[in-house]
Nanobody
């Protein structure tokens, strides 16, 4: 089992920035990839970004150029740096983890991000 704990959410004005963190613990040998999804109540959960153990990344089109994802393997932590935030980025952001064949498999509890003036 792997446990994921997110932090860093909050309220920010449009154009502002936030950095989310996700600390993983447990059977770390079972995961290679980490990532972030987001969900607005009533909508489907959607992929935001993903990073492999080799630090290859991919992003949803709606965050390209604004969000970056990184990881510190020594700390078992993944980060989502969100810049130039827009009101439509308001959602609960979930950290996730898995391997190449099963992703996402593990989920965090989510952290709320609200972009509003």
């Amino acid at each position: 089992q792997v446990q994921l704990v997110e932090s860093g959410g909050g309220l920010v004005q449009p154009g502002g920035s936030l950095r989310l963190s996700c600390v993983a613990s447990g059977s770390m040998s079972s995961i290679t990839d980490m990532g972030w999804y987001r969900q607005v109540i009533g909508n489907k959960r959607e992929s935001v970004a993903r990073i492999t153990s080799g630090s290859s990344t991919n992003f949803a089109d709606f965050v390209k150029g604004r969000f970056t994802i990184s990881r510190d393997n020594a700390k078992n932590t993944a980060y989502l740096q969100m810049n130039n935030l827009k009101p439509e980025d308001t959602a609960v952001y979930y950290c996730c983890a898995g391997n190449r064949l099963n992703f996402p498999y593990y989920w965090g509890q989510g952290t709320q991000v609200t972009v509003s003036s």
